[in-house]
Every structure is written in C-alpha cells, then in structure tokens.
C-alpha cells in the first residue's frame, strides 16, 4: 500500500512538498547512521547530515527514476562527505573524527567494550576510499549497489572489501602480538 | 572472513548513535525550507571544482579506474570483431540480411504514417514522456511524439496559441524566445530562456502557478504551509444532531460519486491523513457494492430498502441504513453511446499518473464498446482541438492512435474545450442513443474560466438537452475537486478519480455500464421522523447534497442520477426518545404536537424522474423499528465510522479504528474484487498515521 521511495522522490522532484517531507522522513535515521560510519564522529555526522539536507532539494532534480531512492541518496551523502573532507586540510584532520569521538568516549565511559576499541583503531587505519566502502557493504548493501553508489565497478568493491579485510586482520595479527 | 565482517557490523550498530531528534527536526525543516525556495525556479546545480569538468581526460581515467581485466578483454575483442566486420568483403556479407530486417508490427504501426525525422520540440517531449513510459510501460510501444507530426487530422499550428497563452498568464517571454527554443538544439536553450521551457516541462509552470494561487489559510502549520498546493475540496460542516421536534424533515439529493475514496487511499497510501474535507462520507460509503436485494421486473427502477440496527459506536442510538438498489437492465438492449472524451492536455498533465495513466484507463474502457458506439476526442490546452472525429467503437485502431498521440503541453482552457466537446456531441445525437461528454483532467480550469457559475450554468443547460457530463479526475497536487463535483452534479453525471490502473478498471471496466446508462433521474430523498419515537437526528454525509425541503416536490430542481445497477446508501444515526444519549433536554412547555402514537420512527420518501421524462415519480416506505442488518448494512456503517474518524468527527465517543477495522474485516461479505478488503488495509493505515 505504501506509495515506493521512487514515486515519491518523482514527486519531489516536480514540486511535491508532502511527498518530499515524507520522503526525507522515512530516510533520515539511515541517512544519519551512514553519515556516522563514514565520519566516525557523532558532531560531524550531525553537521554532515544538515549539509546533505541543506543541499538535498537542489540535488533532487538530478535524481533519475532508473536509480533506486537509496543509491541515489548514499551517491549524495558520500559525495557530501567527500567535498567535506576535502575542505579539510591534512589527513590528521580528516581522521580526527574517530579521534574526537575516542576522546569523548573514554572521558563518558571508562571500561567500555574492548571491541570498540578495535572497531575505532580499525576504521582510524583505513582510507577514505575503503571507509566508505566498508560503510556502505556494513550498511546492508550487495557490492553492486555499492559499486553503484561510488561510481566505481562491482570488481574494484570487492578489491576494496578484501583490502579492508586485510588491513583488519593484520590490525588483529597486531594485537595478538602484543 | 565473513565472520569478521558481520562481527564488524553488530559492532558499528552498536556504536552508532540515534540521531539528535532537534537536530532532527531542524534539519528536515531546513530541507523543507529549501524545498520549498526552491520552488518557481529550479536554477541548475552549480558546478563546483570538486568534479570540475567532466572532460575527455577525466573520462578516460574514469574509464580506466573502472575497467577490470575482464571488461578490457571484452572490449578488445569486442573492437577486433567489429574491425572484422566492417572491413572485410566476406563480412560484409554477412551483415547483409537474407531477407528484409524483422520489425515488430504493432496494432499503431499498421496505420501510423512512417515516423518523421523528429524536430527538436519533438525531442523535448520526447524525453518527458519517456520518463513516464518507464513508470507506465505501455504494452504497445506505439511512438507518442512522432505521431502529433504524422496524424494530419491534428492542428499543426499548435504552437503558437500556447505562447499567447505564456503571455496572458504573464510568464515573461517573448515569441523570440520561443523560436529560439524551436530552433536551436534544447540543452542551451532550456538554460538561457528558462521560462520558454515552461510550456514544454511541466513541472516549473505548476509550480509556478501554485506559488501564485498557494492558499494561505493554513500557513500556521508549518509542514503544510511549506508544501503549497492549489488542492481545494468541495465539503461543508458535518451535519449536526437536529431535533426532531423542531426539524423533523430530512431532505438531500443522492450522490453515486466515488471520487473521495480514491483521494483518501491516494493520501494514505503515500502516508498522510487525507485533509478533512477531501473526505466525503457518503462518497466512501458508496465506493463499494453492495449486494442489496434487486427490484423486481415491473417495479420502479429501483428499489429502497430500510433496515434500522444498534449504532456500532454508541450503543444508545440506533442507525437507520436506507439502501437503493438500481435495476440492471439487459446489457444487450443497452442502446448505443455517443461519447465525447475531452481530454486536457495542458502541461500539468505531464505526470506518469496523469497523461499516461489517462491513456491506459481509456484503452480498458474501448473494450467495453460496441461496434455501434461511437467516440469522438477534443483536447484542450490553450485552445481547444478536435483529435479524433466521431469514430465507430469497432474502429479500434484510428481511436487508439488519437489516444496515444496525445502530449501533454500548454495551458488550460476548459471552456473553450467543453464547448467544442458539447457542439461535437449534438453532431452525433440521434434518437434512443445515450450522449454523454466525458471529461478527464486533474482539474486545471485555468485559462478561460472567468465564471464558474457561468459554466455550470452552460453545462446544466447542455443536460437539459439530454447531453451529460461525466468527470474523470486524475493525479495529485492540482486536483481542483470542488469545480470537477460542481461540473459532475450539474452535468448528471459522476465524478471519480482515479489514482491507480485498478481504480480505471473499476470506474470504467467494472461499473461502465452505471456510469453511463442512467436509469433514473434526480432521484431524491426525504426522510420524515416520527418525534414521539426519534428526539434526535443526524445524517451521516451528504453535506454538499443537501436540498431544501421544498426542493422535494419541485420537479425543477436538479439532483443526483442513479445508473444501471449503481446502488446508493444513506445512514442516519437516530436517538430514541428517552435515550440515555440524548443530547438536549426535551422542552417543558412544548406543546404536544403528536397527536396520535405510531410505532413507524418515520417515514421515507424518494421521488425520481424516468430517464427523458419531466415529471417525477414517488416511492415511499415506512421506517419500522429495529430489524436484523445484512452483512451490506454493517459493511456500510464500518465505512461511516471510519469516515467520521478521519474527519473527526465529535460523535464517535471512545469507537475508533480498532473497532471500525474489526467491524469492516467480519463483513467483508464475498468481495469478489477485494474493495472492501482494500479499505481495512486503509484502515489500518489510518489508524497507524494517526498515532
């Protein structure tokens, strides 16, 4: 019964005020997680995705029926991401993110999770590209979307996912040494 | 190493935060805000030095970082193939085909004029229209566009009454500007004479009308005050509890539309409560068909049958459920339809669920025509056309040509349309044959329409001379519902909207034959309650069918028709006299006006008119006290319950959408075409939208 993310992103796109609201409605919590992913930082997130919603409107005329809302809405959000890292000047910068949000989280909770931990020096070690790679693949999505999504073909995903499964493990290998 | 993966997902679940819900807010109303800036003129996205331009270099990068091993061994052998064939003689051959190339041969092909070599205004079109094909995949892929060239019967001069058009509504352009457009290659001139474009994609121009014409009464609710649309709705105030002392004669008209249901689902189905006064009780109560007990051979065209039961939401009051079944003649001795579609093609009809879809829902209806039928096409977009001359039903093909050549462009000018429309009707007119103008538009009347009233008048008078109006409304956003009702009731005929290609099944596959055979004329009821039995009264709906009480005996006065086979239903929620639910206290010092004691509660009268004749009949019957209600009647009241809900109305107490789902889902009766199961999943989605 309910109208698809695509009739009502068509909707938007030829001036349909509701359809939009209630488009941006049903995404924002899926958008904000994935903005988390690929900033790794809860204030950076919550400013990337007021960019992204900023900005959306514009951006609608550009969306094509042939792309499901999602992949069009994740080529949006990793663009925005990426303009966003690109304002910032050096690669300390850019990663500081996981940075702040390590600070902030020892200060909050002493005896946290071992794994997170792990998870935020494993996000820290990877590059932007493979990042985003693994936000997407972690956000549920099949390589082809996400090679979709990037621009990039389904091969050079599953590259990316083996390299980011490397760099894990030998994190792993890391620790287990010491 | 999938493990690791997934132990890697539960983890970033974990970490992830829920979003700040004022961050939240704020951030979709910004998004809103900028929505609706945006709207009027949509400038183009900026380029920024992040992509920079996208030139050959950039390409080929692209191309090379994208390329794997085994697409550069596709493509390089794909290359070495194609050299093969080209230069050398034996290969040649065999591009050479044995016989001549196999084509598709459509229904369209057969008599379509080759297509022409497309000008660039075909080419815009074009594009727009492909967009929506994409939605609505015609099963016969016959070439819109080309054929507006290859049809001589259309008006070739198109063109220039739609920039005349452009500058009456005071879109600045000049005629140049249009030239230019027609002239050079689209792209540049989209983007320099934005405006000119506005008759060409019709996206801008709507919006564009809308900011001019947005109502502003509801400007402080924020979420609908940035989401301007020039929707409006015929209702009024839900009729109040009267006494029946003071008031004790009920009198309305009856109202076979259906057009209110389709706008609630269409609302509820993209997740909003529909306005309340787009939601028309009786019109969702008579969606539905109902199986009550047929007329008899020799009897009035139809018969009433009244059935007084509990009121589901109160159990002090009672409800009283007058039904009308219409007879079903012979479908074989029907006689022969003259109908006329006039069909707006201005540009807001450029929507998937407009144009396209109006299209789809005529090519069903074809197949209900007989060869005797005839159908003839006038558009109206700026200035009114006739697409199609009067054509038998059996000529399938040049009909279905008309209706697939046609594009949607221009504004609208629904008068010069229905005019050309009812002059093309009386040309068709012969005896014993049923004359009927069907219009279809989202309800854009705006060009030419100085006098609504002047047009009604022009309608009811073209009614009188026996040519009716039906009215077909389509997509969302524009829908003007109270000039498509005003039209349908003064043309005696029925509005419906359709939303989806089911709802085109129904209105003009399933119930054609009620749509446009009536079988009794200005059919009106009067209701009069016995005030020794009944102290309060109200009618559940027809707001905007109410009649005075005078109007009953006056044959003068119009009303609703009842079609073949159509039935009509009409509940009233009653008070006993004495009842705890009584709302007013009875008067101390009235004087006793019941001089004898009755056990009827009242008393139903209905007068209708034979269809051609002048002079009104009666049906009476009285309204006898509690009876045992069919699974029809308690199917009905479900649906006015959930029509109150949504209109929320004050007289439901603690009832709600728990029990008007429970009460709709145990009489969902045999359903042969799901409506009734259909409207418990609305229902449903009421109910959670509403939380």
């Keep these: 019964m309910m109208t698809s993310d695509e009739d009502l992103a068509t909707a938007a796109a030829a001036g349909d005020g509701a359809a939009f609201a209630s488009l941006l409605d049903r995404h924002y919590d899926r958008l904000f997680a994935f903005c988390f992913r690929i900033t790794g930082s809860r204030s950076a997130a919550e400013d990337l995705t007021q960019d992204i919603c900023a900005a959306l409107p514009a951006k609608l005329a550009s969306y094509q029926r042939r792309a499901k809302v999602t992949t069009w809405l994740y080529r949006v959000a990793v663009n925005a991401a990426h303009d966003q890292r690109r304002k910032r000047a050096t690669y300390a910068n850019a990663t500081a993110g996981w940075g702040d949000w390590e600070i902030n989280r020892t200060a909050a909770n002493a005896d946290t999770d071992e794994k997170l931990d792990w998870l935020i020096t494993a996000m820290n070690r990877l590059s932007d590209d493979l990042r985003d790679t693994l936000a997407l693949v972690l956000d549920d999505m099949t390589h082809a979307q996400a090679a979709e999504v990037l621009g990039i073909s389904e091969g050079t995903i599953s590259w990316r996912i083996s390299e980011a499964k490397k760099a894990l493990r030998a994190l792993k290998e890391q620790e287990d040494m010491v | ?691």
Excluded at chain 2, 41 to 69: F, I, N, Y
Excluded at chain 2, 196 to 204: F, K, M, V, Y
Aim: charged fraction near 20%.
């Design chain 2, 1 to 691: 190493m999938t493990d690791d993966l997934n132990d890697l997902k539960a983890m970033m679940d974990k970490a992830t935060p829920r979003p700040d819900a004022a961050r939240r807010t704020a951030n979709i109303a910004l998004a809103q805000k900028n929505f609706a800036d945006l709207q009027g003129s949509r400038p183009e996205l900026r380029p920024t030095s992040a992509t920079g331009p996208k030139g050959l270099w950039t390409g080929v990068k692209t191309m090379l970082h994208a390329m794997t091993t085994k697409g550069g061994l596709a493509t390089t052998t794909a290359l070495v193939a194609c050299g093969f064939l080209f230069l050398t003689p034996q290969a040649q051959d065999i591009l050479r085909p044995p016989s001549a190339p196999q084509m598709t041969v459509t229904e369209f092909d057969r008599v379509a004029a080759p297509p022409a070599p497309l000008p660039e205004t075909a080419a815009i079109q074009g594009a727009t229209i492909d967009e929506s094909r994409e939605v609505f995949a015609s099963p016969l892929p016959a070439p819109e566009p080309e054929l507006n060239f290859a049809n001589p019967s259309r008006p070739t001069t198109k063109q220039l009454p739609q920039i005349a058009s452009d500058a009456q509504l005071g879109v600045s352009e000049s005629a140049e500007g249009m030239m230019d457009l027609q002239a050079t290659t689209a792209a540049p001139a989209l983007r320099t004479a934005p405006s000119a474009a506005h008759s060409l994609t019709a996206a801008p121009e709507v919006s564009g009308a809308r900011r001019v014409t947005a109502p502003t009464s509801q400007a402080d609710d924020p979420a609908i005050a940035l989401a301007p649309n020039t929707e409006s709705f015929a209702n009024a105030d839900t009729n109040p509890f009267k006494i029946t002392a003071e008031d004790p004669v009920s009198t309305f008209s009856i109202d076979v539309d259906t057009a209110s249901y389709a706008v609630v689902r269409s609302s509820l189905s993209r997740g909003a409560l529909p306005p309340a006064d787009a939601v028309r009780i009786e019109e969702l109560i008579n969606y539905f068909p109902y199986d009550y007990p047929a007329p008899d051979a020799d009897e009035a065209p139809f018969r009433p049958v009244v059935t007084t039961f509990e009121t589901p939401w109160n159990a002090d009051t009672q409800l009283v459920h007058i039904a009308l079944q219409g007879r079903m003649p012979e479908i074989d001795a029907r006689p022969a339809l003259n109908l006329v579609f006039l069909i707006d093609t201005s540009g807001s009809m450029d929507d998937p669920t407009k144009l396209p879809l109006l299209k789809q829902s005529f090519r069903l209806m074809l197949d209900q025509l007989r060869p005797q039928d005839q159908v003839a096409i006038v558009e109206y977009a700026g200035s009114a056309g006739q697409v199609l001359a009067p054509t038998a039903a059996s000529d399938r093909t040049t009909i279905l040509q008309s209706i697939q050549s046609l594009g949607a462009g221009g504004s609208t000018n629904g008068q010069g349309g229905l005019e050309q429309a009812y002059s093309l009707a009386d040309t068709m007119r012969e005896d014993g044959e049923v004359n009927r103008v069907i219009l279809a538009t989202d309800g854009d009347f705006n060009v030419g329409l100085s006098d609504p009233d002047a047009l009604k008048d022009f309608i009811a008078a073209k009614r009188d001379t026996g040519t009716y109006l039906s009215v077909l409304g389509f997509g969302r956003g524009n829908l003007d519902d109270a000039t498509m009702q005003a039209l349908a009731q003064n043309g005696n005929g029925t509005a419906a909207y359709i939303d989806t290609l089911s709802e085109a099944q129904k209105v003009l596959v399933d119930q054609l034959s009620g749509a446009l055979f009536p079988i009794a004329g200005d059919v009106k009821v009067q209701v009069e309650f016995n005030p020794a039995q009944i102290a309060e009264y109200r009618l559940i709906g027809y707001e905007t069918r109410a009649l005075n009480r005078e109007d009953f005996n006056n044959d003068a006065v119009d009303a609703g028709e009842l079609g073949a086979g159509h039935t009509v239903t009409a509940i009233f929620e009653v008070t006993p006299v004495g009842s705890p639910a009584q709302l007013s206290d009875p008067l101390r010092y009235a004087p006793n006006t019941v001089a004898e004691t009755s056990d009827e509660l009242g008393f139903v009268k209905l007068r209708y008119k034979d269809p051609g004749a002048s002079v009104s009949k009666l049906i009476e019957a009285p309204i006898i006290g509690n009876s045992t209600p069919s699974t029809e009647a308690r199917f009905a009241a479900a649906v006015a319950g959930f029509g109150q809900l949504l209109r929320n109305d004050p007289y439901l107490g603690d009832w709600g959408y728990d029990e008007a789902i429970a009460l709709a889902t145990a009489n969902r009766g045999a359903d042969a075409f799901g409506y009734r199961t259909e409207a418990v999943q609305l229902m449903r989605l009421a109910q959670s939208l509403s939380r």
